[in-house]
């Protein structure tokens, strides 16, 4: 088979290592979805499960063969030739199937797992690949713990195997051990001292027990592997495994002469569908696909940012399937962003005393944290001074309603210094506002939307009111907050006004 030298493969075991986590457990049917998405990701190989371990594993890896065409299906075995009768078996339907077998390799395995000798492993290792490649073409062998085995005696064990037919060759830090220079230098030492090695791929395998298999997985590469094996979000046992979106952002990000066929457009999607089929919620400063991988709160980040998105983005949002870019607001935001967001809520700036609302959101910030689209608008809408200059202004609102009652509403709006007063009635205590509102103001205003809906629940909550107006052939969109509905209405009401006056 003749491979591209600078693609770098990759090999997806979040079917199988990831889902060895406690609690993350899948049916058949949700690994077929997952598959899919990974076959649209671009995944070059997908391991689809450990068959000898479970009857459900191995119904798995027998429907995810029938489902998906391009990607390689791969299934994992023990260097036991009943482990491969039943690998082979479920690959029966795979266009592109794999057995993926192999034994340790480092002392400390040879001696207190396997209470054996180096010698006897190596020809458990050469038998298993021989007897795997009797079923299938491509047979890919670990060398499980390789990342403390002796190199000398882990060289003597790769060349032996690809003598023996592998076409594939895994050197997996299954501990998380290595540091990434020594770990690129153990790719390297078999680049240089594995007679064959031109006859197979190595491949790195990589945990995070040290926060470190990111790093190893591309020294791995740089030294000369071409195949990466990681999982979804990182997900895995103990610490978790190399995270796929991680390697392939690197790969995509840096100039090493190497490429993958990842459409990381797909990343966000795939993150979220692993996280909840998995119930493994993803960390928010993850890199890549957290939520706040690329939310900025500093204000002098903000500024920055606002200014020219490299000074402080290395990554396009939408190269990983999101629309854009989080400005987050806190305490510690400035004006910049502040603006930002009441643009992107349809505020005029021009017509807002910046200074008066920053200072309040300021005070708001320090006592909420995370200020939300919501806090805004109700920031706006319920401030003690003039959000907006010259706009209207709710001074008074007293309304009269009850069975016997035809509800009338009286009120008081101050603009541009001068107060003015209405008394009108309507079908309710919302509509007599706003007949009061609009023979103050006099404009001819057609109300198209309305709606009410409760911040956090509970009778003594904020409503939060939406209202939608016409005006001149525009639509403005207004909104208000208060715990009395019939105030948060005529604040959203007024709030839409001010945006066109």
Do not use: W
């Not at 990554?315 to 643009?343: C, F, M, Q, W, Y």
Request: hydrophobic share 40%; with cysteine; charged share 25%.
């Amino acid at each position: 088979m003749i491979h591209d030298p600078n693609k770098v493969y990759i090999f997806d075991t979040t079917l199988r290592d990831g889902e060895q986590v406690p609690g993350c457990q899948l049916d058949t049917d949700q690994k077929i979805i997952i598959a899919k998405a990974l076959e649209v990701l671009g995944v070059d190989v997908i391991e689809a499960g450990f068959p000898i371990s479970s009857p459900g594993d191995f119904q798995s890896v027998v429907e995810l063969s029938k489902a998906i065409k391009n990607p390689t299906i791969c299934a994992l075995t023990r260097a036991i030739k009943g482990d491969i009768d039943v690998a082979a078996e479920s690959l029966q339907y795979a266009k592109h199937p794999r057995i993926h077998t192999g034994i340790g390799a480092s002392d400390m395995h040879i001696k207190y797992k396997f209470n054996s000798t180096r010698e006897k492993i190596l020809e458990r290792a050469v038998d298993a690949v021989k007897y795997a490649k009797k079923f299938v073409e491509d047979v890919e062998f670990y060398a499980e713990d390789a990342g403390r085995a002796d190199n000398a005696f882990l060289a003597k064990m790769i060349e032996a195997v690809i003598a023996a037919g592998a076409t594939v060759v895994n050197i997996p830090d299954t501990n998380g051990y290595c540091m990434p220079d020594q770990y690129g230098d153990k790719i390297l030492y078999l680049k240089e001292n594995v007679k064959n090695i031109d006859q197979a791929i190595i491949s790195v395998h990589c945990h995070n027990d040290l926060g470190l298999a990111t790093a190893n997985s591309i020294a791995g590469v740089i030294n000369g592997a071409r195949q990466i094996e990681c999982t979804i979000n990182g997900i895995g046992e103990r610490a978790g495994n190399t995270a796929l979106e991680e390697v392939a952002m690197i790969l995509k990000t840096h100039s090493l002469g190497l490429h993958t066929g990842i459409n990381s457009k797909h990343f966000t999607e795939i993150s979220g569908m692993v996280s909840r089929m998995m119930h493994m919620p993803v960390q928010p400063n993850k890199a890549i696909i957290g939520k706040n991988a690329f939310a900025h709160s500093s204000g002098i980040h903000q500024d920055g940012f606002l200014k020219h998105r490299e000074n402080y983005e290395i990554i396009n949002p939408e190269d990983v399937g999101l629309n854009s870019a989080d400005i987050i607001l806190t305490a510690r935001s400035g004006r910049h962003a502040l603006k930002h967001h009441l643009e992107r809520l349809d505020y005029d700036i021009e017509k807002i005393n910046i200074d008066d609302v920053y200072e309040r959101f300021l005070v708001l910030a320090d006592e909420k944290k995370d200020i939300s689209d919501d806090d805004l608008l109700f920031l706006m809408s319920n401030g003690e001074t003039e959000s907006y200059k010259n706009g209207y202004k709710l001074n008074l609102l007293q309304v009269v309603c009850g069975d016997q009652e035809k509800p009338t509403a009286n009120i008081k709006l101050q603009y541009d210094g001068e107060v003015k007063e209405a008394k009108a009635e309507g079908n309710g205590p919302v509509d007599a506002t706003i007949n009061a509102i609009v023979s103050i103001i006099d404009k001819d205003i057609t109300l198209k939307e309305f709606t009410i809906q409760a911040m956090h629940g509970g009778s003594d909550d904020v409503s939060k009111v939406n209202m939608k107006v016409d005006y001149n052939g525009k639509s403005f969109i207004g909104y208000g907050f208060s715990t009395d509905i019939v105030k948060a209405s005529a604040n959203a009401y007024l709030d839409a006004i001010n945006k066109f006056l």
